[in-house]
């Protein structure tokens, strides 16, 4: 028994190799950098209402972990699996609101193990891709936004409501359709303009009893 510890010891001992410490500090500074690209990418990809801001330090601190993590496995195969075992019995529910949530966790790994591994340039490219993608993608789709436009009235004549509807939105689909005694409640699925908003509301308080209007994000916990 004793032999096997030793043996076990001497293997676990001989598994380590000297840390470059100018390695590991380069290391921090491109994570540092790149992490930093990253939490200003998915800034930029949500409006105010849609946007977590601790999801994005979360985003920051997996890419510091996994690099850390790859450095881990350089210098101590052994401990590293030891690790893995650890990390392999813990398990998350935590569900993603947003597709694109799930784009920017496999970002954030790979991006941390890229740099773990000292292949700065694959990292420093994929992350200057994605950023001037998503920026493109995100500027289209801040500004035409899915909301949800809810009008409630009294009597019949909700026409003049639907003419706005179509004058003032690219696109707009009725979602449902609510009659109690006399009064309504309509659901339009628009697509607006931020800046829009105000105008529409105002256009549609004006006509005759309408009693409330409101405008909900698609994505709201509301």
Do not use: H
Not at 42 to 52: E, G, P, S, T, V
Not at 124 to 153: A, H, W, Y
């Amino acid at each position: 028994m004793n032999i096997l510890m030793e043996n076990l010891k001497e293997t676990f001992l001989s598994s380590f190799i000297p840390v470059d410490m100018v390695s590991v500090f380069l290391q921090i500074i491109a994570i540092s950098i790149l992490s930093s690209v990253m939490f200003f990418t998915y800034r930029c990809c949500f409006n105010n209402l849609q946007y977590n801001k601790n999801f994005n330090i979360t985003l920051v601190i997996i890419s510091f972990l996994s690099a850390m993590f790859m450095t881990l496995v350089a210098v101590n195969p052994l401990l590293a699996l030891g690790t893995i075992g650890t990390l392999a019995i813990v398990r998350f529910r935590v569900n993603a609101k947003d597709f694109l949530d799930i784009a920017f966790i496999f970002w954030s790994i790979i991006t941390g193990t890229m740099v773990g591994v000292n292949n700065y340039f694959l990292a420093i490219i994929i992350t200057v891709c994605l950023s001037l993608f998503l920026l493109i993608f995100s500027k289209n789709r801040k500004s035409q936004n899915v909301k949800m436009l809810i009008v409630r009235g009294r009597g019949k004549n909700f026409m003049p409501i639907g003419s706005l509807v179509y004058e003032m939105t690219n696109k707009s689909n009725v979602k449902a359709k609510n009659f109690i005694d006399d009064s309504y409640e309509i659901v339009y699925e628009i697509r607006l303009k931020d800046q829009e908003e105000n105008i529409l509301i105002e256009k549609i308080s004006s006509v005759q009893d309408v009693i409330s209007v409101n405008i909900l994000d698609s994505n709201s916990q509301v």
